[in-house]
């Protein structure tokens, strides 16, 4: 079964930077546009980036837009989200997910980002 | 940006009953409607995608409805493992892909 799993979180000041990674594994990566969904403990979901197959189209929510940089290496499976200028609103749960022309079919279990000073 | 209103905000239901949950976007989506379940401690699980498709594996019980703005989602006989948080999110218009604000499932 499709994998996704979130690596990168952790504690940061106001205004620091963290690089979020996600390894894909056992599906054919370079077939798939990938998102960041991030969840503030107990709260809903927001959307926060996505890319297409080939990384030559990418958005962002308006939150995070000139802060945050979507990536990928298709060579590697892997998506990224670097997370600069970080602010107390960025701390929730960010997971990788899988699109298929626009609903995420598959989840990671997330990992943690927490700002704070 | 698109926003999504989900109602009610907390259903309480009896197992064995109807569930009907709705969704409205302040502009037109289309079918470009996804439902989502999230229960604790797990990531959220896609249920249903253009407003109406179930997902490979997801049960007849869990059914979809609408177009445009309005949307509906059911659930026609409520079994335990179905209580939990619903989400409904758009896809028409891009960036932003736009989530309501969930609906907690609750047991009567």
């Known amino acids: 079964e499709v994998q996704l799993v979130e690596s990168g979180g952790g504690v940061v000041r106001p205004g620091g930077s963290l690089r979020l990674s996600c390894a894909a594994s056992r599906f054919n990566f370079d077939d798939y546009g990938m998102s960041w969904v991030r969840q503030v403990p107990g709260k809903g979901l927001e959307w926060v980036s996505g890319i297409n197959w080939n990384g030559d189209s990418t958005g962002y929510a308006d939150s995070v837009k000139g802060r945050f940089t979507i990536s990928r290496d298709n060579a590697k499976n892997s998506l990224y989200l670097q997370m600069n200028s970080l602010r107390a609103e960025d701390t929730a749960l960010y997971h990788c997910?899988?699109?298929?022309?626009?609903?995420?079919?598959?989840w990671g279990q997330g990992t943690l980002v927490t700002v704070s000073s | 940006e698109i926003v999504m209103t989900q109602s009610p905000a907390t259903l309480s239901v009896s197992p064995g009953e109807r569930a009907t949950l709705s969704c409205r976007a302040s502009q037109s989506v289309s079918s470009n409607l996804a439902w989502y379940q999230q229960k604790p401690g797990q990531a959220p699980r896609l249920l249903l995608y253009?407003?109406?498709t179930r997902v490979t594996g997801i049960p007849a019980r869990f059914s979809g409805s609408g177009s445009g703005t309005e949307f509906t989602f059911t659930i026609s006989s409520l079994q335990s493992e179905d209580f939990a948080v619903y989400y409904c999110q758009q896809y028409y218009d891009w960036p932003p892909y736009t989530f309501g604000q969930g609906t907690k499932l609750e047991i009567k």
């Open positions: 253009g407003a109406s």
């Open positions: 997910t899988r699109d298929v022309a626009g609903p995420h079919d598959y």
